[in-house]
């Protein structure tokens, strides 16, 4: 049974990788791990690659690193969006925070205190109700994740699909794959169960145990196509 694997590579990273040192995943044997049965045809990943800006030029160069060992494997296919940078206005937290959350008035009625602190509050956030902010957004990762395997359906190079996501927006994605006779896996990176959207599509779902992800570690040092090397980030290690 030839089997298409689509990882949502952002997905995976904060559901099962940020905070842990198992960063240098080796994607084939993961795969293995979850779909041990199965031929495997090919492994799509898919992400962004993350700005270096606010001082994160150390972790752009430790995913560069990352998308390069992995491009070494021929069963991985590797397709990358882009990150949108925009500002937007954005009311401040403490504006819709009650006097409680910040501290406990040691004397007097908690009434009393709480129309001072409203008083206070007014005069401190009068002329900065809203600031601006700078917000990263990740565009095109699920489109493409979603064309690839609707095509990839259609033109029948799988009779078997598992999307290591849990983004129930590939809801209508995996239901068009259904219809075109595949079916269609769905494991989440996070701890719980796959999210409600996802469950109400799938033809079965695979759990994910994060203890594995050590043994799913591609070695320290991944030699290119080009002969040179790339070398397992030392935080990661």
Request: charged share 25%; net charge positive; aromatic share 8%.
């Amino acid at each position: 049974m030839a089997t298409g694997v689509y990882i949502d590579g952002l997905n995976l990273y904060y559901g099962a990788l940020r905070g842990t040192s198992f960063k240098w995943l080796d994607l084939e044997k993961l795969t293995l791990l979850l779909l041990p049965a199965d031929e495997i045809a090919f492994i799509r990943y898919f992400s962004a690659r993350i700005n270096s800006r606010y001082g994160e030029s150390e972790n752009a160069a430790r995913q560069s690193a990352y998308l390069r060992a992995i491009q070494t494997n021929p069963l991985i296919r590797t397709t990358l969006g882009y990150i949108r940078t925009k500002e937007r206005l954005l009311p401040i937290a403490e504006a819709k925070r009650a006097s409680k959350d910040f501290f406990v008035p040691s004397l007097g009625a908690d009434e009393a205190f709480s129309e001072i602190w409203a008083s206070h509050l007014a005069d401190r956030v009068k002329q900065f109700t809203c600031v601006r902010v700078s917000i990263d957004e990740e565009k095109a990762s699920d489109v493409n994740l979603a064309s690839h395997l609707i095509n990839d359906s259609h033109e029948k190079v799988m009779t078997k699909a598992l999307i290591i996501s849990n983004d129930g927006d590939f809801r209508e994605a995996i239901s068009l794959a259904r219809r075109a006779g595949i079916r269609v896996g769905v494991c989440s990176p996070w701890s719980q169960a796959a999210n409600k959207q996802l469950q109400e599509v799938k033809d079965f779902e695979i759990r994910l145990r994060l203890d594995a992800l050590g043994k799913c570690q591609m070695d320290n040092v991944v030699v290119l196509q080009n002969g040179r090397h790339v070398t397992r980030p030392k935080e990661w290690r």
